[in-house]
């Protein structure tokens, strides 16, 4: 555990999505491992569901229309 979180300390100098990841997704998942769903809710508000529902729309976009539309046109 101690080389993740060197490598995450070294890394989050330089890039702000391990900045982000760090300190939000995995704070998040801890709150919601100890403390429960309830506790993640109070303490992150909406804006988890706002993450959750953005990613995926975002992800299945990609995935399941413009992927299919670039190899209809013959692009991908």
Do not use: Q
Not at 35 to 63: N, Q
């Amino acid at each position: 555990m101690k080389t993740i979180e060197a490598t995450l300390n070294r890394l989050s100098a330089k890039n702000i999505l391990v900045r982000f990841y760090k300190y939000y997704i995995i704070d998040s998942i801890l709150i919601l491992k100890r403390e429960g769903f309830k506790s993640l809710l109070k303490k992150r508000g909406w804006k988890v569901f706002a993450v959750v529902i953005g990613y995926y729309t975002i992800r299945d976009t990609i995935l399941y229309i413009l992927i299919p539309f670039l190899v209809a046109k013959g692009i991908f």
